[in-house]
């Protein structure tokens, strides 16, 4: 059996053991950095597995390789795969759900402590020699203040939201979960427009649909309070970037701290990109909530589980 994982660099390849997804392959295993869409059904020709995370592949590609049997997606998100498509040719698809959870919590928590403590802001102060001409013992330009008591607002119920406010109780932090836009406000849950309202911190834990495109916006912005802030650790469409931008230069909000964007990797002149370099209230990191080490070993670990399963007659996580 040959396996071809098109996109080993996505999941950092060079840290990880590869001991169990090798002994489970029991055949040829061929692995490509990068794999861009016009070399796919080239890469993929003989293979009877195909691992992928963002490599997208659909009716043309299924049609080409008529000896695939199993796409393993490197990921929980399958949007990159056509599933009508996949069934249509016989192939299964596989992911991966939850291994990124924890990381995904850590790093929610991380960005939330970065604004709330200004911490980056007071490093680049020292960093400047701003703390070794102080005629005090402490450095105090900037202002902070604790997150016991604020009310984190949570869009995105699922496992890492739920997870999120379990944390953020411990912290002391009143937690808040807004309904979805537009539906009928389920018990435990706030109306959403009201949500916005009472948000200190809105953190976005909700997948990218035809719902949630654009689902804060510069409306959104206006209802929040200024000294409120935005986390994104979800799906970059969920926000409006060029509202966001114009709502921080505005001071519609106080922050704002992003780890994904519309665009990935985002072009030189994006709109944030460039207003990240002016304004010292927006953090912006590359799509790396999800990367703990743990996290991705724990992904190819199951990877590893799902073809072996396969290959013994049995369906893993399949969802397709």
């Known amino acids: 059996m040959k396996t071809v994982f098109l996109d080993q660099g996505s999941v950092r390849s060079r840290d990880l053991d590869w001991s169990k997804l090798n002994d489970n392959i029991g055949g040829q295993f061929v692995s490509y950095d990068h794999t861009p869409a016009e070399l796919t059904v080239e890469r993929a020709q003989g293979a009877e597995t195909l691992i992928t995370n963002k490599v997208i592949l659909g009716a043309d590609e299924f049609k080409c390789l008529p000896q695939l049997k199993l796409v393993c997606v490197a990921a929980t998100g399958v949007n990159n795969i056509d599933l009508v498509a996949a069934k249509a040719a016989g192939v299964v698809v596989a992911n991966v759900p939850a291994y990124s959870t924890e990381s995904v919590v850590l790093y929610t928590l991380s960005l939330m402590l970065s604004l709330y403590s200004a911490s980056g802001r007071y490093h680049k102060k020292v960093m400047a020699g701003a703390w070794s001409s102080s005629l005090h013992f402490c450095l105090s330009d900037f202002c902070f203040s604790e997150l016991a008591h604020k009310t984190l607002v949570i869009f995105g119920y699922g496992d890492i939201g739920c997870r999120v406010a379990e944390v953020a109780r411990a912290l002391l932090m009143n937690v808040v979960i807004a309904e979805r836009p537009g539906q009928p406000v389920r018990q435990g849950r706030v109306c959403f427009e009201e949500a916005l309202k009472l948000a200190d911190i809105l953190s976005l834990h909700c997948p990218l649909t035809a719902e949630t495109k654009n689902l804060i916006a510069a409306k959104e912005f206006a209802l929040m309070k200024a000294n409120s802030y935005l986390i994104n650790v979800a799906r970059g469409g969920i926000v409006n970037e060029v509202d966001l931008a114009q709502a921080l230069i505005d001071q519609k ?67 397709a």
Do not use: K
């Not at 072009?267 to 990191?285: C, F, G, R, S, Y």
């Open 253 to 319: 909000i106080a922050g704002a701290a992003l780890d994904v964007l519309n665009v990935e990797p985002p072009p030189e002149h994006h709109p944030l990109v460039l207003a990240a370099q002016q304004l010292d209230n927006l953090i912006i990191t590359p799509h790396v909530a999800w990367a703990s080490i743990d996290a991705r070993q724990r992904l190819i670990d199951e990877i590893a589980l799902n073809i072996d399963a396969f290959s013994q007659g049995q369906f893993r996580n399949v969802v």
